[in-house]
Structures are given as structure tokens and as C-alpha cells.
């Protein structure tokens, strides 16, 4: 079974601080994700990678970056945080390709104040 | 216009009922349709993939509609385990960009 894993269920942090979510996957999947996912808007791209190293801009990448150095890690960083970055956060891998199923990891919800 | 849109809920159904509920795409060139199922408090988990000529899996069946643009799920005989939000996925480019509808909430009562 794929696993999934995100370092935090919970985090509280303050306005501009620096912030590192961490996922690990240990399915040798290509392709991770990071969403974010709020009340009434669904699931939103924040980015994917497809491969070591290469990331790609999702829908909303802007105040976020992210670093993928081995096959299994992908890390979202928050720059500077700030309360509208509030949200649940979701990592997801899939296999190569674009129709494969996406497994998740149990999600981190971060709040900012 | 959302791409992928679906009525939120909450549908309120007795347990034994047959449910369904819709998904519109806009955009007519998807290829790839999925429904996803998420718990409260939970990551999304697949349900299924929806193909085509229509597929089932047990009580669950999966309808895709080309010409008006939409996919369905129907679940029979219901039960309190299905209650949850049930999410529409759409990918219209064969890439990584998967388009996510914001979900239909069921609750099965007793």
C-alpha cells in the first residue's frame, strides 16, 4: 500500500515566519503534489514535480516554493507566512503520467496568526 | 464558470436509499475523470475512475455523459459508511494538472 507521509497534522506559526512542510513518499512515485484546500473552493495546485530536481508552477504558486532533491521528498516552504496562507495543505504522488491516481498524505493544517 | 462544478449538499439520504449526484466540466476536450472520496478531517482517497461506457464497482456506478458535459456517481443501497464528500476530478490536458470540483456532502442517516 503507498504511503504518504507529512511530517506535521498540525501547525501554528506567526506572520512571516519561515515555514518547511515536509512529505515523503515511499512508493518510488514520479510525480508529487502540493495543494492546498479550503471550505467551498476544492482542491488548488500550489505545484508538482514530475522528477528529481524539476518542479512546475500549479494554479496558485505565488508566496510558496518548493524543493525536490530526492525521488521521495518534496517540500513546500512558505517564504514568509501569512494569515491568508491558513489552510489545510495536502501532498500527493501519483506514477508517471497524467491519469494515474493520486495518493495522499493525511494533510497538515496550518493556521497563521 | 467554475471548470469542474458540483452542488456541495448536504444530501441527506435514509440508509437502504440509491443516491446520485452530477459533475459538470466546461471544458469538452477532458480526458480523465475520477471520483474521490474524503472523510472529515481526512485526505481525499480514490473511489473510482470513470470511463467511458460507464463503469461499477459494487454498489457504486460511474456514468460519463460527453455531450452534456458531465459525470455521475450512483451509490445503491446506502449505507452510514458512505456519508462523506464526494469529489469530482477532471483532467482535460493529459498532464499533472488535475481539475478538482469542491465537493458534494453526503450524510446517510439511520
Known amino acids: 500500500d503507498v504511503k504518504v507521509t507529512q511530517s506535521s497534522r498540525y501547525l501554528v506559526k506567526r506572520t512571516g515566519e519561515k515555514v518547511f512542510l515536509e512529505c515523503v513518499q515511499d512508493m518510488d512515485h514520479e510525480n508529487m503534489f502540493w495543494y492546498r484546500q479550503d471550505p467551498g473552493l476544492g482542491l488548488r495546485l500550489i505545484y508538482f514535480?514530475?522528477?528529481?530536481?524539476?518542479?512546475e508552477k500549479g494554479d496558485i504558486p505565488e508566496g510558496y516554493s518548493v524543493s525536490r532533491e530526492k525521488k521521495e521528498r518534496f517540500s513546500l516552504i512558505l517564504e514568509s507566512a501569512s494569515t491568508n496562507q491558513t489552510s489545510m495543505y495536502l501532498c500527493a504522488s501519483s506514477l508517471t503520467g497524467g491519469n494515474s491516481p493520486l495518493h495522499f498524505g493525511n494533510g497538515t493544517r496550518l493556521t497563521v496568526t | 464558470r467554475k471548470e469542474v462544478e458540483q452542488d456541495p449538499g448536504p444530501f441527506n439520504v435514509p440508509e437502504g436509499a440509491t443516491v446520485a449526484f452530477n459533475c459538470t466540466y466546461s471544458?469538452?476536450?477532458?480526458?480523465?475523470f475520477f471520483w474521490y472520496r474524503q472523510d472529515c478531517r481526512k485526505e481525499p482517497k480514490l473511489l473510482m475512475s470513470?470511463?467511458?461506457?460507464?463503469n461499477e464497482d459494487g454498489r457504486f456506478t460511474a456514468q460519463l455523459n460527453r455531450a452534456s458535459q458531465y459525470i455521475s456517481l450512483l451509490i445503491r443501497d446506502s449505507k452510514l459508511s458512505d456519508s462523506a464528500t464526494y469529489l469530482c476530478?477532471?483532467?482535460?490536458?493529459?498532464?499533472?494538472?488535475?481539475?478538482w470540483g469542491a465537493g458534494t456532502k453526503l450524510i446517510i442517516k439511520p
Open positions: 514535480s514530475y522528477d528529481v530536481k524539476m518542479k
Open positions: 470513470v470511463y467511458s461506457s460507464g
Open positions: 471544458n469538452s476536450a477532458s480526458q480523465s
Open positions: 476530478v477532471v483532467n482535460h490536458h493529459s498532464n499533472y494538472q488535475l481539475i
